[in-house]
Nanobody
């Protein structure tokens, strides 16, 4: 599956953004989808994931503020980000995996396909 992320941009502290990840291919609904982010000089880290059945998982720092969702009819996964903080400035990547469960979905090595990333900048 090929992925293309979009929706990044510049937002002030406390603001919101919604990222989208469009997938090609007819097997999108069979994949779990994840969002990761990578800040300058930092390792890529897990943000959120959603299974083919709609089960959602979140990293602790974003719980209660971010919401992941998917529309299988549109082959698209979304990440609604609210109350953004400057330390969340990063390139956000979407990815597809053929696994389920938090243990696997939070591990970037379990993902088979990656989008190109979209930059989110949160100004203080």
């Amino acid at each position: 599956v090929q992925l293309q992320a979009s929706g990044g941009g510049l937002v002030q502290t406390g603001g919101s953004l919604r990222l989208s990840c469009a997938a090609s291919g007819r097997t999108f609904s069979r994949y779990s989808m994840g969002w990761f982010r990578q800040a300058p000089g930092q390792e890529r880290e897990f943000v959120a994931a959603i299974t083919w059945g709609g089960g959602a998982y979140y990293a602790d720092p974003v719980k209660g503020r971010f919401t992941i969702s998917r529309d299988n009819a549109k082959n698209t996964v979304y990440l609604q980000m609210n109350s953004l903080k400057p330390e969340e400035t990063a390139v956000y990547y979407c990815a597809a995996a053929y696994v389920t469960g938090y243990l696997y979905l939070s591990d970037l090595m379990k993902y088979d396909s990656w989008g190109q990333g979209t930059l989110v900048t949160v100004s203080s």
